[in-house]
């Protein structure tokens, strides 16, 4: 069900249903918590959605970037050096650092993101994979 939940929470979010959005995912987060340990795949992915996307769109970038960092170490912890997830999170941070203006972190963050997919996919496989 909390699935469910997280799901309904990103589709109000590409609706532009921003307010909704925000309460479906705090909703997913919050059963999840209650039933995981807080280094689970599905709090991660909905922390990552919730506050780093969501925020984004809401133009609360130093929260934004808080997020995405604390995330990435929760994620760094929680999952195998080569999870598509831990990159997708990358990917997020490195688009903010891009969107303020930081080209030098960007540049950094991406090749980041580039190896660790490389590694876990194939350089081969890399263009199947869309975040």
Known sequence: MLDIVNNLGILYKHQGKLIEAKQMLQRALKGFKKTLK?????ILNIVNNLLGILYK???KLIETKQIYQQTLQDSEK???ADYILMFS??????????????LA???QIYQ????????????ENITTYVT
């Open 38 to 42: 807080p280094d689970y795949i599905s």
């Open 57 to 59: 769109e809401q133009g």
């Open 78 to 80: 929680a999952l195998d």
């Open 89 to 102: 999170i990358i990917v997020n941070l490195a688009s903010l650092y891009k969107n303020q203006g930081q």
């Open 105 to 107: 972190e960007t540049g």
């Open 112 to 123: 980041r993101a580039l190896y660790g997919f490389e590694n876990a996919l194939g350089a």
